[in-house]
């Protein structure tokens, strides 16, 4: 059987208990570019720097939240009947965000609004039901 190859430095060089870490700095520029130092773009004199502003995803989720809150909880008709509509406003608010771009979620608003109008829905009719008899 032939002999276990050794890295350079011998066994105890690097991994081994005793042994001294490589040592860590930053890590050179790749085919000899200048390292990064800073913004990828230099400010600019009208106050845009460059980057894209996050979605503002908040009433598709909110308007999730409170459409699965109504449907599951249409018994109790009156906060189910407010909250249905709610998830109905809030869905279609984020749908318009959605169609102008400052937004990504438009499933969510649409799964919303559908919650929402199921939950309205059996909350009127159980009202309806209730106030009848």
Known sequence: MPPVPQAPGGPAAY????????????????????????TPYPPSPYGWNGSV?????????????????????????????LLGVMAIVFGTVQRGKVSRGEATNGGQALAGIICGSVGAGLSAILAIVMIAS
């Open 15 to 38: 991994g081994y208990p005793g042994a001294a870490p490589p040592p860590y700095g930053a890590p050179p520029a790749p085919y000899g570019m200048p390292p990064y130092t800073g």
């Open 53 to 81: 502003p996050m979605p503002s995803n908040g009433m598709g989720v909110a308007s999730l939240v409170t459409g699965i809150v109504s449907a599951a909880g249409f018994c109790m008709w009156p906060v189910a009947l």
